[in-house]
């Protein structure tokens, strides 16, 4: 059973005992806003406009006590959490960017009686939001639904609820009230909020198992709009002209920044075999940048992981397995300058041959945390082989010098996100951000995300019929 009242505990140092959080009542802020649905959906949007930027001036003066917040609560390292407070700050911008683009109505010319194409608001909609990016994810998602005329229940991760709750306060102090609302709980809050017949859509970040859970109880009201982004076993392609050092810089970022818990995180490494020896040399010389640390020195790379939960499965995922040499051991720091905490190390397994790693759970499953498994490849052919042998689809990295072997792989890679020279990590909100498989169901969020925040309606008439 859920708790009803909890208090987080700092992974960074687990003598910080965070306010005691206490759980909405799932049904009842439904009804607040189904109430109010009406009411928002016949808001103009200058006005919606308006309270968006009202927003962005209270998320922008909260700036350094929320990032604060975030690197406090989850670990993330201070560095880091200022970037997401920023890129929250941003979200508001670009979104009402789109808005012209998505929310407009459309005026066909070649229909044989006058008529348009409007966008209407659903009515309620569920933001569920993950731990990783306890603002910027849910945010988005929150930012386009209310400008698009539907009021929002926005249920932040547990493990994030404290720096939510200030987030929460900022958002709905400038919105009518039940328009944006804060919704305290675990899992079984979120299925209550996403399951009601009274919310129309819901978005929601997290694992494959929930995702799956909550595409199967919705099945039945279809009407009722899904969007799920669900993680990613991401992948990085080495060819033998790439650029190494480039190249291991941007894998040791993009596999330690988060401590490995990114949804676009590089956890699986392809390279080539003529370079395979050259690149581990350089990838270990460039994870000595990486050293647990206290998440609030503005000096830390890599704070701790979010929970006990996520050091025992960075124990399993570093555990030997005889798949290949761990280059780099799989390490916990239990204690940290006096601080006990949930501190890791990053952690390299190096397969020269297969031995049946491309089926191994390492290959497989999003561990959420710091951990590389490398391996070799014979050709460009042998490297997508190896890439798509899994469910995930979300971001890959390629390095090489040549674009056209970059746009070849691009064409045969199952995945949703292809940068060339870049980490897998390097998804900026200016981008459409969404993956294949199992990492999601084809509703992106980043930009653009406000299509999906709407009904479609059209609308003809016969001119003649109207009394003049």
């Known amino acids: 059973m859920d708790p009803e009242r909890w208090a987080n505990r700092s992974p960074g140092d687990l003598s910080v005992e965070l ?55 989850t670990g993330k390292a201070l560095r880091e959490a200022r970037l997401e407070v920023g890129a929250v700050i941003a979200k508001i911008d670009l979104t009402l960017a789109d808005a012209g683009r998505w929310l407009a109505d459309e005026h066909p010319s070649d229909n044989p009686h006058p008529s348009l194409i409007r966008r209407i608001p659903r009515g309620p909609a569920a933001v569920i939001a993950p731990f990783n990016f306890p603002l910027h994810l849910g945010h988005g998602a929150a930012v386009a639904y209310l400008l698009a005329g539907n009021p929002v229940l926005f249920k932040p991760s547990p493990m994030a609820a404290s720096v939510a709750e200030a987030y929460g306060q900022i958002m709905a102090a400038v919105f009518p009230g039940g328009v944006f609302q804060l919704v305290q709980g675990w899992g079984e809050t979120g299925r209550r909020l996403a ?26 009201d279809f009407s009722k709009d899904l969007a799920l982004e669900l993680g990613g076993k991401n992948a990085t392609i080495v060819r033998a002209d790439a650029d190494l050092d480039l190249a291991a810089a941007a894998v040791a970022d ?68 005889g798949l290949g040499e761990w280059v780099v051991p799989g ?22 041959g297969r031995s049946g790693l491309p ?26 082989g190896l890439h798509n042998a899994g469910g995930f689809g979300l971001t890959t990295s390629v390095f090489t010098r ?29 981008l459409p951000f969404g993956g294949l498989g199992e990492s999601g169901n084809r509703h992106p969020g980043g930009r653009g995300f406000v299509r999906f925040t709407t009904d479609e309606q059209a609308v003809q008439w016969l001119k003649e019929g109207f009394a003049p």
């Open 19 to 73: 306010p005691e959080i206490v759980a909405t009542d799932a049904g009842e802020a439904v009804a607040r806003s189904q109430a109010v649905a009406d009411e928002w959906r016949r808001t103009p949007l200058a006005d919606r406009i308006t309270g968006l930027r009202n927003a962005q001036i209270g998320l922008r003066d909260a700036a350094e006590s929320l990032a604060r917040g975030i690197a406090i609560e």
């Open 402 to 430: 040549s674009e056209p072997a970059f746009r070849a792989l691009t064409d045969r890679l199952q995945v949703g996100n292809v940068y060339a020279n870049l980490p897998t990590t390097f998804s900026p909100s200016t």
């Open 195 to 220: 399951i009601d017949a009274r919310v129309r859509s819901v978005c929601f970040t997290g694992s494959v198992a929930a995702g799956r859970a909550l595409a199967r109880e919705l099945a039945d």
């Open 359 to 384: 089926g191994s759970a390492l290959w497989q499953r999003e561990w959420f945390a710091p951990v590389l498994a490398v391996v070799g490849s014979d050709n460009d052919d042998d490297a997508l």
């Open 331 to 352: 390490r916990v720091e239990e204690c940290l300058q006096g601080r006990h905490g949930y501190y890791v190390h990053p952690a390299v397994l190096v397969a020269e």
């Open 254 to 321: 993009a596999a330690c920044l988060t401590c490995g818990q990114r949804c676009n995180s590089t956890s699986r490494v392809i390279v080539d075999r003529a370079v395979l020896g050259p690149f581990v040399d350089r990838l270990t010389a460039q994870l000595a940048r990486f050293v647990p640390g206290d998440p609030m020195n503005e000096a830390t790379w890599l704070g701790p992981l979010v929970s006990d939960a996520a050091v025992r499965r960075y124990a399993e995922a570093t555990a030997p397995s």
